[in-house]
């Protein structure tokens, strides 16, 4: 059998039991007194992205948030128009979730990093043809995230950026903390079934109880 739990397996390791941010990486990448917007592009090679695409006319896009006074810095698979470039940052792999928590905003094409934001309380705008469930979850129960479809023009990302930027701190912690309370964290239940099958093999003194789960 399987087990279906209440949560997202991203909190496993961005639960704030198990993840304290850094709040000195937004300066590594120079984050100036602004908004921190974080753009991630995705290369759409992989065989689930065949056919599906992401946010269009960067430039005008990135001009955008410019003009509402945002810092935007770009996280790429792939190279960059010359006049993007600049913004471009490179972090260790393991640093990106202290620049998430940080950020104002995200902005991208990845579907797991706008999960990612969205559990870390910083809202984001999901530009793509992909979907998935745990998306539509965050943008309707818990509004911590938006999409929009490939194709999406400018104007109409700029708009829903800007709306989401407007946000107060307090609203978001709010969603965050009400997701919190209604999600588990995914590796206290690793944790428990491992140790409950340990005890059932008779290798553990005592049985420990597995969060309430749905079995099928």
Do not use: C, N
């Amino acid at each position: 059998h399987h087990r279906r739990y209440p949560g997202y397996h991203e909190l496993a390791y961005l639960h704030p039991d198990r993840f304290e941010p850094d709040p000195a990486v937004p300066a590594a990448v120079g984050s100036d007194d602004g908004p921190l917007v974080v753009l991630r592009l995705v290369s759409w090679t992989a065989a689930h992205d065949v056919g599906r695409g992401g946010v269009g006319d960067l430039e005008r896009v990135i001009a955008g948030l410019e003009r509402f006074g945002a810092t935007v810095r770009i996280s790429a698979e792939g190279r960059l128009p010359p006049a993007l470039a600049t913004r471009r940052f490179e972090l260790p792999a393991h640093r990106i979730h202290d620049l998430l928590a940080r950020a104002d905003l995200f902005l991208g094409e990845s579907a797991t990093m706008a999960a990612e934001s969205a559990l870390l309380g910083t809202p984001a705008l999901y530009v793509s043809g992909l979907r998935a469930g745990v998306l539509e979850e965050l943008e309707r129960r818990y509004r911590l995230l938006r999409w929009l479809s490939e194709g999406s023009r400018p104007d109409e990302i700029l708009s829903h950026a800007r709306e989401l930027l407007e946000i107060r701190e307090s609203t978001l912690a709010s969603r965050r903390r009400r997701l919190l309370a209604e999600r588990i964290d995914a590796t206290d239940l690793v944790v428990a079934v491992v140790e409950d099958a340990a005890g059932a093999a008779g290798t553990a003194t005592q049985k420990p109880s597995v969060p309430e789960v749905v079995r099928r």
